[in-house]
């Protein structure tokens, strides 16, 4: 099977510690993470993914707002410069080790988070990311 992921939200994985907007979005983000930590390849999508599927049924979800597809311009083109090749919509990428840490290491040094300023999760991240990433589920 397949992970369907939208651009920035291979940046936000690197840093998901259980932590979410409500308990059925850490139940799902869980089910993703172990989908993903068991093999399953990403496909990029444009739009909600997901992660963003228990949110989708709120009045005004978030995940269709423009700044959420802002966000996912930014980390597609930063992601696609950090792994020499481009990830438009319909794009797949295996998620192995050595690519888990080369994105990690781009998030620590800021290489891969111009999308995340304005983001409600900033801080959090970034403690994680200072913390080595300690307590991350993937």
Request: some cysteine.
């Amino acid at each position: 099977m397949t992970v369907r992921l939208r651009a920035h939200h291979l940046l936000c994985l690197l840093t998901y510690v259980g932590k979410g907007y409500s308990p059925a979005f850490t139940v799902n983000y869980d089910v993703v993470v172990k989908r993903l930590a068991g093999g399953e390849d990403i496909l990029i999508v444009s739009g909600p993914d997901d992660i963003c599927a228990p949110l989708l049924d709120e009045s005004d979800p978030h995940c269709l707002g423009e700044s959420a597809a802002g966000r996912d311009d930014i980390a597609a083109r930063d992601v696609a410069g950090l792994l020499s090749r481009p990830l438009p919509p319909g794009a797949r990428i295996e998620l192995d080790a050595p690519t888990l840490a080369r994105m990690r290491e781009a998030f620590s040094s800021g290489l891969t988070r111009k999308a995340c300023p304005g983001c409600g999760w900033f801080e959090l991240c970034g403690a994680v990311a200072a913390n080595g990433f300690r307590g991350t589920r993937l």
